[in-house]
T-cell receptor, first 116, second 115 residues
C-alpha cells in the first residue's frame, strides 16, 4: 500500500448503529486529519492529530469520536449518527516540522457514509 | 475568519482548449499559501499547484498556471490544452504560513471536458 488508504470505501448505517472508519498513512508522516465533505459545501476540518495528540477539534458533535493509536493510524468512531451526517469523510496526513512554511497534506480516497 | 469563494459551480471546455477557474478569498493576513486541488471521480484529492503569497511571480506546473492578484484577493487557475483526464472537481484552498495549519476550502468547480 502506498500513500493514504481509507476503509471502508462505502458505508451504510442506521442511526442506532456503531461503526468505525479507518485511515492509514504509509508516508512516515506525523500529523493526521479528518475532513467532512458534504455536497455543495466546502470541506470542513473535523480533527487534527499531531504526534498522536489531538490538537484541533472544530466543534464536532460527540457522536464522532476520533482515535489515533499511533502516527500511522487514525480512526473515526461513529455512534447514533443523524441523516445529515451522510457525507464523504476524508483523511489526510502531513509531515509537520514545527517551523513556518506549509507542509503538504496528502489525502486518502475517502469513505462515502450514508446514514439511514 | 478566512473564507474562500468559488463562484462557478460548473464549467466546461472543449478538449485542447484553455479554461480558467475563478477563486476569491478573504483574509486579513499577509503571509499565506493558496492552492488548487483536483478531485477526480476516484475521490482522492490531489494538489495541482500552490502559490506563496509573498511571491509575486505566478506559479506554473506544466499545463496549469495561476493568476494571483494579491490586492484583489483573487487566485484563478488556467488549464491549457485541456485533456479528458482533467475532468474533475477543482477546489481552491487557503492556509496560513505556519506548519500544520488548517486548509480552508471553497465549494468547488466541476470541470467537464468535451471531446
Amino acid at each position: 500500500e502506498t500513500g493514504v488508504t481509507q476503509t471502508p470505501r462505502h458505508l451504510v448505517m442506521g442511526m442506532t448503529n456503531k461503526k468505525s472508519l479507518k485511515c492509514e498513512q504509509h508516508l512516515g508522516h506525523n500529523a493526521m486529519y479528518w475532513y467532512k465533505q458534504s455536497a455543495k459545501k466546502p470541506l470542513e476540518l473535523m480533527f487534527v492529530y499531531n504526534f498522536k495528540e489531538q490538537t484541533e477539534n472544530n466543534s464536532v458533535p460527540s457522536r464522532f469520536s476520533p482515535e489515533c493509536p499511533n502516527s500511522s493510524h487514525l480512526f473515526l468512531h461513529l455512534h447514533t449518527l443523524q441523516p445529515e451526517d451522510s457525507a464523504l469523510y476524508l483523511c489526510a496526513s502531513s509531515q509537520e516540522t514545527g517551523t513556518s512554511g506549509y507542509n503538504e497534506q496528502f489525502f486518502g480516497p475517502g469513505t462515502r457514509l450514508t446514514v439511514l | 475568519a478566512q473564507t474562500v469563494t468559488q463562484s462557478q459551480p460548473e464549467m466546461s471546455v472543449q478538449e485542447a482548449e484553455t479554461v480558467t477557474l475563478s477563486c476569491t478569498y478573504d483574509t486579513s493576513e499577509s503571509d499565506y499559501y493558496l492552492f488548487w486541488y483536483k478531485q477526480p471521480p476516484s475521490r482522492q484529492m490531489i494538489l495541482v499547484i500552490r502559490q506563496e503569497a509573498y511571491k509575486q511571480q505566478n506559479a506554473t506546473e506544466n499545463r496549469f498556471s495561476v493568476n494571483f492578484q494579491k490586492a484583489a484577493k483573487s487566485f484563478s487557475l488556467k488549464i491549457s490544452d485541456s485533456q479528458l483526464g482533467d475532468a474533475a472537481m477543482y477546489f481552491c484552498a487557503y492556509a496560513l504560513n505556519f506548519g500544520n495549519e488548517k486548509l480552508t476550502f471553497g465549494t468547488g468547480t466541476r470541470l467537464t471536458i468535451i471531446p
